[in-house]
């Protein structure tokens, strides 16, 4: 059964049900045995698993470390980092280490293990609470990286990124955690590496992730009164990207969009835009148009944070501009 | 603590083994016929022979960079022509050619692989040792490192929480004084690293590295130690390298006699005199165990120099556990 709740509690949810389902799953990190996690995504499951929630010292490149070890052990951590910026400290064990263990051990082991980073823009914290860290991780072969978009998507892809037997960098928007959407009740899992279509058109397409997915449900309604069609595509795993569905939509359109909270260069964004190009380059009647976030670190105050995050009009008019080409 | 004659024989034969391997790896290696670095452990064979057979099959081992040793020691005998074959990367070898000398490993014996970053698997080893914790077995964690690694920050992470946590970890840290050039006295404060351990109420112990009866009797009592609960413990094993830091490498940084003075010390020499001196063994006995382990190591070198190359599509298998990354 389904009822509305928020993105935190989809979280917690899934994170409640699979503890449950299986006991070699476990939470570590800071804060998130007994308080729950400074944003309640592990709330109440020390209460009933005291054994298996670690509150641990301030020590990243330790919980991803032992993360790492105890998942090669046949276990499945779920580790918390409070800010994706922290994997600055601790990415030695996310590049070199959980990455590469499955090809060291020829497929015989692997980091099966979920990084849970809460990342993005927009809380006013600046430039060590607020980067999208995906670029980051997005050229290291062995990591997945998930990015989910709504409730729904958060518990769904959660659950798989837990069963999955590679190491899984999951992208939580801060922005997101208040969302309200529909959500069962009963454990289910959203399968990995694949897009989601979350609007069909046939006269441009759109690319975003996260957040950006409500800037890009607004412009293809706006642009719906302008007779415009959009399609919207969710791709739910950056990487490795399901490039089939982002290429047979802009097959179909000839036009293409991506909408990306980050800097341009060297974004997601890019990598998009060239393959659309390598694969699909007689179709597309428009430049391919990228709306991003500047090329600065992110400022505290509103009004230079705002400056720097990707703007809503700023889509619209990427849009019209690909319209009108 | 004393060894039988028996025990003692069979350490000095795993002794004379990783020496004998790393003279041929080195020999390869200056050859061309063994690509990319190695690190060798010629001189420092007790420490590797003495922490190997002070552990059991399933508890976890996380070798260092110059870690062939413990690597070979831990193998299955009929595996260890594979070790030399991995270091060759040929596809005969343990992990398919695919990692070579700084990553070997293998699994059925719980050898969790060498790392070619210092302080790195520092950090794996607390979840080795968790796992052995949640999953309420003995088997303790031992990790390799050297005088150099205890200069990451990874070191204090990983010591305070396996010392808050009472994990079952072994810091094996072979003190064979250089960091590539640099003395570990110009980089620490300490004048031994065993005392750091101290400001993590771990105890701490130095050790003879070129003594095996001394460093099986240390690592015998931590083992112990881990396995009932008592949590982690350093062990500095003093030791010394006699080659550079990587095969080729000159060390001109070294002082004139240094190298002298710890070929004196010699590991393999001091139990051969123990051998013949306390325990009567005979010149054509140990001659015996030099000509076995001869017939051994060319019959690895044989087999990897006769060992196919993998095949070039093998590089893309096993990025991921569930799906394929594309070839050419």
Redesign the interface.
């Given at each position: 059964m389904s009822r509305t709740i928020t993105f935190s509690k989809a979280l917690n949810e899934a994170l409640h049900q699979e503890m449950e389902r299986d006991e070699k799953v476990?939470v570590i990190g800071e804060d998130v045995a007994k308080m729950g996690g400074d944003f309640g995504i592990t709330s109440g499951i020390w209460v009933k698993w005291p054994d298996r929630a670690f509150d641990?010292?301030l020590?990243e490149?330790?919980i991803?470390?032992?993360?790492?070890?105890?998942?090669?052990?046949?276990?499945r951590?779920v580790a918390e980092l409070m800010f994706a910026d922290f994997i600055g400290v601790c990415y030695?064990?996310i590049v070199?280490?959980a990455a590469k263990l499955?090809?060291?051990?020829?497929?015989?082991?692997?980091a099966?293990m979920v990084v849970r980073a809460v990342t993005g823009g927009g809380i006013r914290c600046a430039y060590h609470h607020s980067q999208c860290v995906e670029p980051w991780l997005m050229n290291v072969?062995?990591l997945?990286v998930v990015a989910p978009a709504t409730p729904y998507e958060a518990k769904g892809l959660l659950v798989s990124s837990i069963r999955?037997?590679?190491p899984v960098v999951f992208l939580e928007h801060k922005g997101l955690y208040n969302q309200k959407g529909e959500v069962p009740e009963e454990l289910y899992s959203l399968p990995l590496?694949q897009a989601n279509v979350e609007r069909s058109g046939k006269d441009l397409t759109i690319v975003a992730a996260m957040t950006m997915v409500n800037f890009a449900r607004r412009a293809a309604e706006e642009l719906a009164k302008e007779g415009v069609e959009c399609e919207i595509i969710n791709p739910r795993t950056l990487f490795?990207l399901d490039k089939e569905t982002i290429v047979s939509s802009v097959a179909k359109t000839g036009r293409l969009v991506i909408v990306q909270e980050g800097p341009k260069f060297m974004g997601y964004g890019a990598e998009i835009g060239s393959l659309v190009s390598e694969d699909v380059f007689e179709y597309l009647k428009a430049p391919v148009k990228r709306v991003t976030s500047l090329g600065t670190p992110i400022p505290f105050a509103p009004v230079l944070e705002d400056e720097v995050l990707p703007h809503y009009d700023d889509v619209l008019k990427a849009c019209r501009e690909a319209m009108a080409f | 603590m004393t060894l039988s004659k028996d025990q003692l024989l069979q350490r000095y034969e795993d002794m004379v083994l990783i020496r004998r391997f790393e003279e041929e790896v080195e020999k390869y290696s200056k050859k061309g016929t063994i690509p990319g670095f190695i690190h060798l452990g010629i001189g420092q064979e007790a420490t590797q022979a003495g922490i190997a057979a002070s552990l059991k099959e399933t508890d976890y081992k996380f070798p260092d960079h110059r870690g062939h040793g413990i690597i070979l020691l831990s193998s299955h005998p009929e595996d260890r022509k594979r070790v030399m074959a991995e270091i060759f990367g040929k596809r005969t070898g343990l992990n398919g050619g695919r990692g070579g000398s700084m990553h070997v490993n293998d699994l059925k014996v719980r050898d969790m692989g060498n790392n070619a970053i210092q302080g790195s698997t520092v950090v794996t080893a607390l979840g080795t040792a968790f796992a052995s914790v949640y999953n309420h077995t003995d088997d303790v964690t031992a990790i390799s490192m050297g005088d150099g690694t205890l200069g990451e920050g990874t070191c204090h992470e990983s010591m305070n929480m396996a010392a808050t946590w009472k994990l079952p970890i072994l810091y094996c840290l072979i003190n064979n004084h250089y960091a590539i050039s640099t003395r570990y006295t110009e980089t620490h404060p300490q004048s031994q690293l065993a005392e750091w351990a101290q400001g993590y109420c771990v105890p701490g112990e130095v050790v003879d590295g070129n003594d095996i009866e001394a460093v099986i009797e240390a690592t015998g009592r931590a083992v112990q130690r881990a396995r009932e609960g008592g949590g982690p413990t350093l062990l500095e094993y003093m030791t010394y390298r006699w080659q550079g830091h990587f095969s080729g490498d000159p060390a001109a940084y070294r002082p004139a006699g240094e190298l002298e003075s710890w070929k004196e010390k010699d590991p393999i020499k001091r139990a051969r005199e123990k051998l013949m001196d306390a325990h009567g063994v005979a010149e054509s006995e140990i001659q015996a165990v030099h000509d076995r382990v001869d017939a051994e190591v060319e019959s690895y070198v044989q087999f990897s120099l006769e060992s196919p190359d993998p095949d070039p599509a093998y590089a893309t298998a096993h990025v991921y556990a569930d799906i394929e990354v594309e070839g050419r």
């Open positions: 476990f641990t010292a020590s490149a330790a991803v470390g032992l993360s790492c070890g105890a998942a090669v052990c046949g276990l951590p030695d064990q070199n280490n499955c090809y060291m051990y020829e497929g015989k082991a692997s099966q072969p062995g997945v999955s037997n590679n590496y490795p | -």
